[in-house]
């Protein structure tokens, strides 16, 4: 399988959201922008490349793969989705379990700085029964 049939296959897979799970700062402002909601991307391409850009995220099954670049939407109807690029994915064959997921995330939570939001957070990441459940819980 090459790689373009790869990252399709791939693509197919990955069940919304996604979340970062390698980026090293966690504040409470920033941290929405650690989700993804879909493939199709918007924002500026310095946003990109520090919070998406070669960063492991998970999906809602505990798959993970890493963003490796955008592409340019081509669609005859552009102009109703100007600047609309493609999120491409590279498959890292590896995945990770619910526990160990919140163990990760409670771990990073403790960077930030508000305690009701970490508590509320540390709240969440306790009570998720799914890794599905976790990542729409934040």
């Known amino acids: 399988m090459n790689r373009l049939e790869?990252?399709?296959?791939?693509?197919?897979?990955?069940?919304?959201?996604?979340?970062?799970?390698?980026?090293?700062?966690?504040e409470l402002?920033?941290?929405?922008d650690f989700f993804i909601y879909n493939e199709d991307y918007r924002s500026s391409d310095d946003f990109f490349n520090k919070y998406y850009l070669n960063q492991t995220f998970v999906d809602c099954r505990g798959n993970l793969f890493?963003?490796?670049?955008?592409?340019?939407?081509?669609?005859?109807f552009r102009i109703f989705r100007s600047r609309v690029n493609k999120i491409q994915f590279e498959a890292l064959n590896n995945n990770i379990d619910?526990?160990?997921?919140?163990?990760?995330?409670?771990?990073?939570?403790?960077?930030?700085?508000?305690?009701?939001?970490?508590t509320e957070i540390l709240k969440q990441i306790e009570n998720s029964k799914t890794i599905k459940e976790l990542l729409r819980g934040f």
């Open 29 to 32: 402002d920033t941290l929405g």
């Open 66 to 76: 890493k963003v490796i670049g955008k592409s340019l939407i081509k669609s005859k």
């Open 98 to 118: 619910l526990e160990q997921l919140k163990k990760e995330l409670k771990e990073k939570s403790q960077q930030i700085k508000n305690d009701a939001a970490q």
């Open 6 to 26: 790869l990252m399709k296959c791939m693509k197919e897979s990955i069940e919304y959201p996604i979340f970062n799970l390698s980026y090293p700062d966690w």
